[in-house]
């Protein structure tokens, strides 16, 4: 049984967003609402597609994601990339993280899986 | 039928006779069949009084009319996606290889941002649905002023307009 | 280089006008993403992984230091204060937010610039030879051809719907630095037999999923018709190039399909309905244009200097980046001067809004004002004085550009990849970046002389891994990033597709291979011998057992 949760851009400057239900989006992935089963994702992909604020955003999408040391981890690498931001070796790329969401994803390193 | 023809907003006069329909009784009725249809029926069809349009699919090419053209008053270019650029090739054949001065028109999934381009290629009708009107087609027109290559219309590419001062 | 006169200018305003309007048609709701997406598209604006990335034309590479200098301000105000130089001779930026876009569009049309047909189905940037105007071997400068070739491709009506992308390149002679081999249409200058000056006309050539190298569809033509014959060639792919498959609609695929004797008689069919009358290019146009490439007033110089030698002699850091970077210059007593943007462990093609900054106020003091960005991702100072090239090395040293490395192994051209790209199945740049450490180390104790390596982090091959002596494709198995290597491609005059070596290797495992291969060639390579020589000689098998022996 997977879980998911809804990802897209933001219209106004391409931010990677996630759904956190309510009609809210977040950029972080850790503010996400996660769904356990391929039904109820649909329901939820529906409810942000309908975002009021629809306009805002471009196309929405689910993605796979699994828990880890209560943080949420999107499956595929591409996902992993997308919410963490280039995994390249310059400073001025990184996303900053959150002050609510420092011990989500402590090193670069861990990030980096091996490149 | 709604078409802006020539920049002005007109009537359709033809209709669109189907594959299976039977062309109309009243032979001054203006009609549009497809390739196959003109192939098949050729001598029928030029028996009428009304006007004689043919539909070019994107995989059709005005050759396969070219011997007829006398005959014919008007050809429709379908795009069934705005992406499917044959139909620019198309009209510029019929201008320029055979000389039409019928009327072009494009049907189909066309958008606003190709206006320019249909009309540098020679059509000069399209048919307007829900999201295209006529002021869109006026604004269009009016978008560029300036052209680095010759194509249908009369506008002259800037090498030319550079050499003439 | 070319200037805009009065119609340019007016031309790319009302494009920023145009494009500024459908923003504010998107941003209030009115347009669609489905409608809006060609739109911007044809403005060269995508949405990647973490943000918009805005790719802006540098026709056929060449910038003024002024144009540099609006680049660096675009990425310092509206971006993170760093550009991506490509391997289309243009720069993108990766962190634009769609609401600027139109301003930034009239920032680079104020210094004569845009982002038109950098994406899309339509005839990009036409590239050339990053020494056009200064090689010693061209017949005439390509880039006055190339600019010709801009101008009737901008807008063109009846080729903004291809089936899809198309890709012009020109180069001057018979070296060929522009890849013109793997373009849809290359173009060498020729001269026929009595002197006349004209073209060899090539098409269906091309990289990502097909590689294919282009096949000669005319072996002169003389210059006025250019126009003519790109255009008979663009009418037959516009209508017979394939559409059901978009990995099979590029003018190669037809080319292949139709052959090049039928393809031959239906381009010069086409041809003989247009060639004489509008399209032929008109000789005060072509003298126009013609006196923007006119050579600068170069000073009467001595060939050698005495002092270059000594300078050379007494710093060996300085010696060893003219071997690299500095190629020959047709004008005695001056120079090439390569400036890599490849600093060991670096992001390939990266420069800050400061480098580029700097390139502009050299360019300035020694190289007539003016940059070429290169199709490997560096850049160029084509017109320095030999004299000058000490002075030149030491402010390059200043800003972190002058890496010894131009032509050599550590030389990487790397696409953005999965870091950036939202079509790409593997990262790019962090492999090139551990790949230039440690081929750098190897590259300390032996030289390893010229080795282009390629990397692509998707079978889009913008990375040109096909054309790499070693090339690198990322793939994605198993939602695991793998990397397969081929080895023997090149992108000159003597053009190859590399050779796939054996199964891809893991992200873990990828650089030691490349190791594997550069250490058995440094093993066996004779006096002398490059590396796309030694490959030629001994072929895929002596590498092959070496590497999956060692893994």
């Known amino acids: 049984m997977g879980m998911y949760v809804i990802t897209a851009n933001r219209l106004s400057d391409g931010t990677v967003i996630y759904y956190t239900g309510a009609q809210n989006w977040s950029s972080w992935i850790a503010d996400a609402f996660v769904c356990d089963s391929e039904e109820d994702t649909a329901a939820l992909l529906e409810s942000a597609s309908s975002t009021k604020t629809f306009c805002d955003i471009v196309d929405p999408y689910s993605i796979e994601v699994y828990r880890e040391a209560q943080t949420i981890k999107p499956v595929r690498y591409r996902e992993a990339i997308r919410a963490r931001g280039p995994s390249t070796h310059t400073s001025s790329t990184e996303k900053p993280m959150p002050p609510a969401a420092e011990n989500q994803d402590a090193t670069p390193d861990a990030f980096l899986n091996g490149l | 039928m709604t078409l802006i023809k020539n920049g002005k907003k007109i009537e359709d006069p033809f209709v669109t006779v189907s594959a299976e329909d039977a062309l109309p009784v009243d032979s001054t009725q203006a009609i549009i069949v497809d390739v196959e249809r003109w192939q098949n029926d050729k001598a029928e069809i030029m028996q009428r009084a009304g006007q004689i349009g043919i539909l070019l699919e994107p995989d059709q090419s005005p050759d396969l009319i070219a011997a007829d053209l006398a005959n014919i008053d008007l050809f429709v270019l379908n795009f069934p996606v705005f992406s499917d650029g044959r139909g620019f090739s198309h009209a510029r054949r019929l201008r320029e290889t055979y000389g039409f001065t019928g009327e072009i028109r494009a049907v189909g999934h066309i958008i606003r941002d190709q206006f320019l381009f249909l009309h540098r290629c020679g059509v000069n009708a399209i048919t307007l649905g829900k999201h295209l009107n006529e002021q869109d087609w006026d604004a269009a027109m009016d978008e560029f002023s300036l052209f680095y290559q010759n194509a249908v219309d009369t506008r002259h590419p800037l090498m030319r307009l550079r050499q003439s001062g | 280089m070319y200037r805009y006169d009065e ?6 305003n009302q494009r920023v006008s145009q494009f500024k309007n459908q923003v504010e048609r998107r941003l209030d709701g009115e347009l669609t993403e489905d409608e809006f997406k060609p739109l911007r598209l044809m403005n060269g604006l995508y949405l990647q992984l973490h943000a918009y990335m805005l790719r802006v034309a540098i026709p056929y590479g060449v910038l003024s230091s002024t144009q540099m200098r609006q680049l660096a301000h675009i990425a310092r105000t509206y971006d993170k204060d760093y550009g991506h ?5 243009n720069i993108q930026y990766n962190w634009p937010k769609l609401k600027d876009v139109p301003q930034i569009l009239q920032d680079l049309a104020d210094v004569e610039m845009h982002a038109i ?4 189905n339509c005839i990009r940037n036409v590239t050339s030879d990053q020494y056009a105007g200064v090689a010693a071997d061209e017949i005439e ?4 051809y190339c600019e010709i070739l801009r101008q009737w491709s901008t807008l063109h009506p009846e080729f903004a719907f291809l089936p899809r992308k198309f890709k012009i390149a020109v180069a001057g002679g018979e070296q060929d630095r522009a890849a013109v081999k793997f373009h849809d249409i290359g173009i060498y200058m020729r001269r026929s ?7 060899e006309i090539l098409a269906g050539g091309g990289q990502g999923r097909t590689p294919m190298i282009a096949q000669t569809v005319r072996a002169f033509l003389p210059r006025k018709h250019l126009l003519s014959y790109v255009e008979a060639i663009l009418r037959v792919y516009n209508q017979f190039g394939r559409r059901d498959n978009k990995y099979k609609a590029r003018i190669k695929i037809l080319l292949h399909a139709t052959g090049i004797e039928e393809f031959r008689r239906q381009v010069e069919a086409e041809w003989e309905q247009i060639k004489d ?10 003298q126009r244009i013609l006196a923007y490439f006119a050579p600068p007033e170069y000073e009467k110089l001595d060939a050698a200097g005495r002092d270059f030698e000594v300078h050379k002699f007494e710093n060996p850091d300085f010696a060893q980046w003219v071997e690299h970077n500095v190629a020959g210059h047709k004008a005695p007593g001056y120079a090439i001067a390569n400036i890599s943007l490849k600093p060991v462990g670096g992001i390939p093609g990266d420069a800050t809004s400061e480098q580029m900054d700097s390139v502009a106020d050299l360019a300035e003091r020694f190289s007539f004002g003016e940059i070429r960005v290169t199709h490997r991702q560096n850049l160029v100072l084509a017109d320095v004085k030999q004299a000058d090239l000490l002075a030149l090395y030491r402010e390059l040293c200043q800003h972190g550009l002058a890496t010894p490395n131009h032509g050599t192994v550590t030389d990487i051209i790397a696409c953005p990849g999965l870091d950036y790209c939202s079509l790409a199945n593997a990262r790019s740049i962090p492999v090139s970046q ?22 692509s982090g998707c079978i889009n091959a913008c990375g040109h891994h096909h054309v790499g002596a070693i090339g690198i494709l990322g793939v994605d198995r198993r939602g695991e990033e793998y990397y397969q290597i081929s080895l023997g491609g090149s992108a000159f005059e003597d053009a190859s597709v590399g050779d796939i070596i054996g199964p891809a290797f893991s992200a873990d495992t990828v650089v030691s291979a490349i190791e594997t291969i550069v250490r058995h060639y440094l093993e066996i390579r004779t006096d002398g011998e490059r590396f796309i020589e030694t490959y030629r000689r001994v072929g895929l098998t002596p590498f092959k057992e070496k590497l999956y022996d060692a893994h």
């Open chain 3, 434 to 455: 551990r790949l230039s450490e440690k081929l750098h180390e190897i590259a300390r104790a032996a030289d390893i002389g010229d080795l282009h390596l390629n990397i």
């Open chain 3, 117 to 120: 047909q950098t994406s899309g």
């Open chain 3, 193 to 199: 037999d009595d002197g006349e000056i004209g073209f």
């Open chain 3, 7 to 12: 119609f340019d200018s007016a031309f790319v």
């Open chain 3, 85 to 89: 130089f490509t391997t289309r001779q």
């Open chain 3, 277 to 286: 009358g509008e399209y032929d290019l008109p000789e005060a146009e072509m």
């Open chain 3, 141 to 144: 400068d390509p880039r006055v």
